[in-house]
């Protein structure tokens, strides 16, 4: 059977949100340097876009995690498959994440993170599905809340599929 994908966010909604993100951390670390580290492979395009809207100086780097596999719903075990390049002690920390589902990743990525002594630390989502929610994780700035819907596009996938659709859409008619 065909997947199927209905638009639930479109590309223009997407990109004015984004722009608004970013905004929104200029002004806040107005004079001061971020360091944006993304969560791959999901957050390229969200970290990617909201990059080129921020006007204060920017670094960057990725960690790699992993708890879905090639499946529809998080396994519960997170994997740790690629670490930050340079340490971040002292550094205005922005994780920047593609979407905020069950907790599980994005505690585990917090706890590690902090402990590495940032000046300041927050995290941010494109997507949040609290509906979905088991551990807390306290976000700064949420681009968009969402219903408990498998989606894909702008970066998310199923199956390493579909990360290159330019808006976001609810997926169906998977195995």
């Given at each position: 059977m ?17 722009k608004?993100?970013?905004e929104?951390?200029s002004?806040?670390y107005?004079?001061?340097?971020v ?11 969200f ?9 204060v100086p920017?670094?960057m780097?990725?960690i790699?995690?992993?708890s879905?596999?090639?499946?529809t ?7 740790f ?7 971040i002690e002292?550094k ?8 905020l ?16 002594k940032?000046?300041?630390?927050e995290?941010i989502?494109l997507?949040?599905k609290p509906d ?18 498998f ?11 579909y ?13």
């Amino acid at each position: 059977m065909q997947e199927e994908i209905e638009v639930l966010i479109s590309e223009e909604k997407l990109n004015a949100r984004i722009k608004e993100m970013a905004e929104e951390i200029s002004r806040k670390y107005t004079g001061r340097q971020v360091h944006l580290i993304g969560i791959l492979k999901g957050s390229v395009f969200f970290l990617c876009e909201l990059a080129k809207h921020i006007t204060v100086p920017v670094t960057m780097d990725f960690i790699s995690v992993s708890s879905y596999g090639d499946g529809t719903k998080s396994s519960g075990i997170v994997k740790f498959n690629k670490d930050l390049d340079e340490s971040i002690e002292g550094k205005n920390v922005i994780i920047v994440e593609d979407i905020l589902d069950s907790g599980r990743t994005l505690s585990y990525v917090c706890k590690i993170m902090q402990d590495r002594k940032p000046a300041s630390f927050e995290v941010i989502t494109l997507l949040d599905k609290p509906d979905r929610r088991v551990i807390p994780v306290e976000l700064s700035m949420t681009g968009f809340v969402i219903p408990d819907e498998f989606i894909v596009g702008y970066g998310l996938d199923y199956a390493q599929k579909y990360r290159n659709l330019p808006y976001i859409g609810v997926i169906s008619n998977v195995d």
